[in-house]
């Protein structure tokens, strides 16, 4: 695999699943070139090391619907006998420690890059939209402000001109 593609051929292996960003076993072990069997069985070994927020088992559910996401499939063919297991950011850095070679080193650090970008990449999505946010409220005031300008040179060029002027009232004394 080239250095070139290897950042965006993870980023997109990685999905949201229970608010979690996470990825795959089979994906994992693609990249660790590693079959999935021996990850989840070195996973297996070392329990204690992937609490609920690291690591956990998909649903049916969870995995119907992310195979559906799929137009070509990265699932495997036939029927698996057990649902994936899916690794957070702070999961995949705990298979740095239980697996040893240098290829999983190397792959875990393309992987937590990975990661890390993607939480840069929501984040300026966040300022953006807070941005976007702000300048439609902006607008909205000063579209407000605009109307109400509008409505008053209306009135004043709609008021009737008055073509004659008023008779001047007589100055001096009156008989009465």
Do not use: C, W
């Not at 792959?107 to 300048?135: G, P, W």
């Amino acid at each position: 695999m080239k250095n070139t593609q290897t950042p965006f051929i993870i980023e997109s292996k990685i999905f949201l699943i229970r608010g979690f960003k996470v990825m795959l076993d089979s994906d994992l072990a693609e990249l660790y070139g590693i079959p999935v069997k021996r990850l989840n069985q070195q996973v297996r070994r070392n329990m204690s090391r992937f609490p609920a927020d690291f690591m956990f088992q998909l649903t049916r559910e969870e995995y119907a619907n992310l195979k559906s996401q799929f137009v070509t499939s990265s699932f495997e063919h036939g029927g698996k006998r057990k649902l994936s297991l899916v690794f957070s950011e702070h999961g995949v850095a705990m298979l740095s420690s239980v697996l040893k070679s240098q290829r999983a080193i190397e792959m875990n650090i393309f992987i937590v890059r990975a990661f890390i970008k993607m939480r840069e990449l929501l984040s300026t999505h966040k300022d953006l939209a807070q941005k976007m946010a702000e300048l439609e409220r902006t607008q909205r005031e000063q579209g407000n402000q605009l109307s109400t300008v509008y409505s008053i040179v209306k009135q004043l060029v709609m008021k009737p001109v008055q073509t004659e002027l008023p008779k001047p009232k007589k100055i001096g004394f009156r008989k009465d």
